[in-house]
């Protein structure tokens, strides 16, 4: 069945930069885009980026344009993202979705999250 | 920036019909989408392109979109179906960034 699974949080201090992954099972990872989507501690759902199929496509949310780059290796059934420039604000749950068609439709199926805190 | 406005919460008895609302400028072009979040869980997809239920879930959900506004109509509601719900959509000028309500908080008692 699909399954994401999310890797790469943790604390890490205000400025510094981190790398999340996400490797999905059980569908053909290269024919559907995929979605972060972030959520802070007690706060709602927050969209974050998005990717088409083929990688030819990214979009971002303003708060995270010019800091954040999600990429994908198809070859590895991962998509990524990086996070440069953290701030306190970035604290949050991360979730990778995949989308049910080739760019972005919406989020459909959901990892379980990884938590990143920024602290110093 | 594009936003969606939702009910902070909602509030039914067992077996009653909830309702929740979502409004925004862009929906009469683009599709809405609707998830259910537990307490400590992931977000689950209840409704997708305003209106179409995934297998698995209870027909007892359902969506519907008019104008600017999508709604989302547990017929029955059940004990279990208390959570957090969120609207979903996309921005119309074409940049495909997508966007959440703030959520709504569904009571059954």
């Known amino acids: 069945q699909v399954q994401l699974v999310e890797s790469g949080g943790g604390v890490v201090q205000p400025g510094r930069s981190l790398r999340l992954s996400c490797a999905v099972f059980?569908?053909?990872?290269?024919?559907?885009?995929m979605h972060w989507v972030r959520q802070a501690p007690g706060k709602g759902l927050e969209w974050v980026a998005v990717?088409?199929?083929?990688?030819?496509?990214?979009y971002y949310a303003d708060s995270v344009k010019g800091r954040f780059t999600i990429s994908r290796d198809n070859s590895k059934n991962t998509l990524y993202l990086q996070m440069n420039s953290l701030r306190a604000e970035d604290t949050a749950v991360y979730y990778c979705?995949?989308?049910?068609?080739?760019?972005?439709?919406?989020?459909?199926?959901w990892g379980q999250g990884t938590l990143v805190t920024v602290s110093s | 920036s594009y936003d969606l406005t939702q009910p902070p919460s909602v509030s039914v008895s067992p077996g009653q019909t909830a309702r929740i609302t979502c409004s925004g400028d862009?929906?009469?072009?683009?599709?809405a989408y609707w998830y259910q979040q537990k307490s400590g869980q992931a977000p689950v997809l209840v409704i997708f392109e305003d209106n179409k239920r995934p297998s698995g879930i209870p027909e007892r959900f359902s969506g519907s979109s008019s104008g600017t506004m999508a709604t989302l109509t547990i017929s029955g509601a059940q004990v279990e179906d208390e959570a957090d719900y969120y609207c979903y959509s996309t921005d119309s000028s074409g940049n495909h960034r997508g966007v959440f309500g703030g959520g709504t908080k569904l009571t059954v008692l």
């Open positions: 979705a995949r989308d049910p068609g080739y760019s972005s439709s919406g989020p459909e199926y």
């Open positions: 990717i088409w199929y083929d990688g030819s496509e990214k």
């Open positions: 059980g569908f053909t990872f290269s024919s559907h885009g």
């Open positions: 862009a929906l009469p072009k683009k599709y």
